[in-house]
């Protein structure tokens, strides 16, 4: 089942799932759109796969692992991590709100667009 989560509550679920493993942040958004606005890893790796390259790219990403996705709104990401979930990946989290709400709950320097 994918976790929903809001970017305020990712430390939680971060430390919650390191007893699976070093968790870490998929974020799936275009590198346009990482160059308008990114975040900084804080206690977590932080790895860029755009939705579109993922299924190619799938052997990149450890299955045991923990991942929360991330893209602009959340749209994309529960994509993905529905992709994810059904490859076999156990731990899979979606931040909901993506960037947009990541810049209002947690860092309002990371700009909105």
Do not use: T
């Not at 390191?18 to 804080?42: C, M, N, T, W, Y």
């Not at 860029?48 to 299924?55: D, E, F, N, S």
Request: with cysteine; glycine share 8%.
């Amino acid at each position: 089942m994918i976790e929903h989560i809001h970017p305020g509550d990712l430390s939680d679920w971060l430390e919650k799932m390191k007893v699976h493993g070093q968790p870490l942040v998929l974020d799936v958004r275009e590198p346009f759109e990482l160059q308008q606005a990114s975040i900084k890893a804080d206690g977590f790796e932080l790895v860029h796969i755009p939705m579109g390259v993922i299924p190619p790219r799938l052997g990149e990403l450890d299955p045991s692992r923990p991942v929360a996705c991330m893209c602009h709104h959340g749209g994309r990401s529960m994509q993905v991590a529905a992709f994810l979930e059904n490859r076999g990946f156990k731990h899979v989290a979606n931040i909901s709100g993506g960037i947009n709400a990541w810049s209002m709950q947690v860092d309002p320097s990371v700009p909105r667009y």
